[in-house]
């Protein structure tokens, strides 16, 4: 009996073993489920907690003011202003292009802006505000606030827009503010997020561009409380922005505004130095554009009726330009002859109006010739045939490297976007750029600045600044920034023989102050500031033989784009120099009639730092002075200046 199992005690035994692996697997799963528990509470808190903030915390961008910009006396070039713009949000309304053509009625938005702001929004999330309008009147805020029912998704507001003062005046140098493109966002990585802020802008040309990350600040960033869908409930931190820097440029506005208004309706450029520490005073181009049409966002017919405008109103003529120098180029042929040791101060040659030579015949500007030509005066009346005589002496290398010397050909050391560097040609320069090997004929275009040799109108002025002090005069555009004085580094010597120097001033000289010079009738006769320069007239068209035997036909008779271009440039004091000016008038015809005036007009009026004295100019050309003065609608007798503040 005591070796068998009754049927009771075996099915109990079963059922005991049931109940003791059903205990055993709760037990399992309540000890997991413990263990998660323990690590959702305890270990893993921090990555949970950072999860929940990330899911209601944001973060946003403040962005900086731009810095100003300023001349040299303090006045303003670009500041910022506050003004009302309107923004759309999109998630507000699901009839998109009908809210905009309603608010259109009020703030003037035309069908291509409409479909440009509705792709936008196809590119970025509904609830990011979109800009419609910028520089929106009171009165049609107003407006918008009443209507505001109709018009879900439709926001005013206000804050800094870039405004110039000076107007069109100084657009070229300046430049102007606009917003970054796709590409100029993907470009800049590390400022993606502040280029993409709405109304947000950049430095697009000029001083604006090539200083647009001083004077555009830091962004400051601020911290917020969001709900689900993603808007903003309230600021819970915030660290301010810092403002751009304050730049203080060289410029001269009253001088650059002056000079605008002299060049009247031309086609010019000018460009004026202040020796003493290289100091750029004027960058002036006409035409000119309203910067503050383009930062302010321009129409699509503004914009295309500036782009077919003929005379190229956005182009920066003094810096961007290049132009055939001219006579105003025969003062690097003659130091290069000079310092080659191949002539002297007693060089002659006689000039019968033309020059032979390889079976070309090569003409003077004067057809009946200047007789027999030395140094002085082969500057002073700009005899040609005396510089192709040079030309044949000493080559075109040794002129090549003279004028690269004075700066042609390369760039001139200024912080401003698409310098030009001209042409400085030679054998080499001429086989690789155009296949051909060089001719005497192309040194004898060569010697007189015309031919392959490019300069622009900064580096005509930037020659003879050097050729003045016999220094590698460097010219500057930026006098401090945020108070900070920029360090103006000391001249390397140019090297030139002062004899030399002094020959080739001689004969700039005479050019203005001595009966048949070129410059004669623009000189001044105010014994304090006489001036001495260089007329140059730049042929655009070639002269064919037959048009020499019946001839030629004169600048005012041909169309515009045929005329010679107008060169001029000077100096002065005489006797002590301070002031360069260079200007070249496109297709104005004669150096002598038409640029050498400007430039008298221009240089007087920097060296006074205000209107001439009548006294100044020769007696029998006042009249003129007092009628262009009428004209420009000034005083034609100013005050008499205590002294020149400028010296």
Known sequence: MFGLDTPNAKGKRNLNRRV??????????????????????????????????????????????????????????????????????????????????????????????????????????????????????????????????????????????????????????????????????????????LLSYPNFKIGKVGIEKAFDLELRGTPGNKKFEVNSSGRKIKVLASNDSVSGKNIQLTLDAELQEYTQLVLGDEVASVFIMDLEKGD???????????????????SSSDYQAYLENIYSPFFNRPLSGQYAPGSTFKMITLLAALESGLIDEDFTFYCNGSYEIAGGVFHCWNPKGHGTVGVKKSLKESCDVFYYRLAEIIGIERIAEMARRFGFGSKPELPIPDLSSGLVPDHEWKMANIGQGWVVGDTMNAAIGQGFVLASTAQIG??????????????????????????????????????NLNLVLEGLEAALNEQKGTAFDARTIDDNFLIAGKTGTSQVRRITAQEREVGVTRNIDLPWEQRDHAIYCCYGPVQKPRYVASLIVEHGGSGSRVAAPIGRELIMRTFYDALPPLRAYPAEIRSQIIEMRLNFGINPEPPKPSANSRA
């Open 20 to 193: 003791f692996l059903l205990g055993g697997i709760q037990l399992a799963i309540g000890g997991l489920i413990s263990y998660r528990l323990v690590e959702l509470q305890a270990w893993d808190t921090d990555d949970f907690q950072e999860l929940a903030e990330t899911n209601r915390i944001g973060f946003g961008l403040i962005p900086p003011e731009r810095g100003l910009i300023v001349d040299r006396k303090g006045l303003l070039l670009a500041q910022n202003e506050q003004e009302y713009w309107v923004t759309f949000v999109p998630e507000e309304t699901s009839q998109k292009r009908e809210t905009l053509q309603k608010v259109s009625q009020i703030i003037s938005l035309s069908d291509q802006e409409i479909e440009e702001i509705l792709q936008k929004i196809d590119l970025k999330p509904s609830f990011i505000p979109i800009l419609l309008k910028e520089k929106v009147t009171w009165d049609k805020i107003t407006e918008l606030s009443v209507n505001s029912p109709a018009l879900p998704g439709i926001y005013s507001g206000f804050g800094s827009v870039r405004h110039y003062p000076q107007g069109n005046s100084l657009s070229h140098l300046i430049g102007y503010v606009g917003s970054p493109s796709s590409v100029e966002i993907e470009a800049n990585t590390d400022f993606q997020s």
């Open 280 to 298: 750029v005073l004027v960058s002036a181009s006409k035409p000119t554009y309203d910067p503050n049409l383009l930062s302010g966002g321009i």
């Open 462 to 499: 930037l020659m003879l600044a050097r050729l003045i002090t016999n220094k590698k005069v460097l010219p500057r555009i930026v006098i401090s920034k945020d108070g900070k004085e920029e360090r103006v580094p000391e001249w390397e010597p140019m090297g030139i023989a002062e004899k």
